[in-house]
């Protein structure tokens, strides 16, 4: 299993305080995709979730899945843009 390193961090808002975290690559977008998402099922967060994991896997490159990351981010609202 790959890590799948970002070609540049993502910053996501976290946590009930507001902290940002810059996620490097898609094992860390996948602990925050099943653990700590605001809008958890959404189409864009599973795509994101498996996206992720393909990457992980070798299947996808991780700036694939860093895209399909950043869109559910944005849509859940907890992307720092």
Not at 43 to 62: E, F, T, V, W
Request: glycine share 4%; hydrophobic share 45%; with cysteine.
């Amino acid at each position: 299993m790959y890590v799948a390193w970002f070609s540049r961090p993502v910053p996501v808002v976290t946590g009930i305080s507001g902290e940002i975290t810059n996620l490097s690559n898609a094992n860390q977008a996948v602990d925050l995709l099943t653990k700590h998402w605001r809008s958890a099922r959404s189409p864009k967060h599973l795509a994101a979730l498996q996206a992720c994991r393909q990457a992980m896997n070798g299947g996808i490159s991780a700036d694939v899945a860093r895209d399909a990351f950043v869109h559910a981010a944005r849509e859940a609202h907890m992307l720092v843009e």
